[in-house]
């Protein structure tokens, strides 16, 4: 993964996948976590968490080498056209960039045509489109058909696998 997502709607295990994986890097790869959450949930010792925009950003591009982490993608991403180089430019500094959200609406675009790695929890049918039209791949439509804390992970020129949570 370099640019990845996890989308789906609220008690889905998005926020809960997310902290897996950060824990999963941190042991496999010794790769912190820069994590901006408004709700300052738990994630671990592996993990600096703040919800404070103004203090991640410059954070994130004066660092390397990290899992960088942004949950809640409708208030914090929001459509803002200044943070295309955070999915353009971050690789650059072997950051790996995971974007959590309700829906790929949340992003513009370009956004997430920079995404490489897709965890989607269930979506409605106009939702599961966008990211059947992204990843060109219609099997993604199965995710209007998923259960809670069920997913499909792909990887950009891969084969959705259908998945389930732990929690």
Avoid at 11 to 26: C, D, N
Avoid at 71 to 89: H, Y
Avoid at 92 to 106: A, F, M, P
Avoid at 144 to 160: A, C, D, K, N, S
Wanted: aromatic residues 10%; proline residues 4%; hydrophobic residues 45%.
């Amino acid at each position: 993964m370099i640019n990845g997502g996890i989308f789906g709607p609220k008690l889905s295990g998005k926020t809960t996948l997310a902290i897996a994986l950060s824990r999963e890097y941190w042991r496999s790869q010794r790769m912190r976590s820069l994590v901006l959450d408004p709700h300052l949930d738990a994630w671990g010792s592996q993990a600096w968490v703040t919800a404070n925009e103004d203090e991640f950003w410059p954070a994130v591009f004066k660092s390397s080498n990290s899992l960088i982490i942004v949950d809640e993608a409708a208030a914090t991403i929001r459509r803002d056209r200044t943070l295309i180089p955070v999915f353009t430019q971050l690789r650059h500094k072997n950051h790996k960039l995971l974007i959590i959200g309700h829906s790929g609406v949340d992003l513009l675009p370009t956004m997430r045509q920079q995404m490489d790695t897709l965890f989607l929890f269930r979506q409605p049918a106009e939702a599961a489109e966008i990211w059947a039209r992204t990843f060109a791949d219609e099997r993604l439509l199965q995710a209007t058909q998923l259960r809670q804390y069920e997913f499909i992970h792909i990887e950009m020129f891969g084969v959705p696998e259908r998945k389930i949570l732990k929690v």
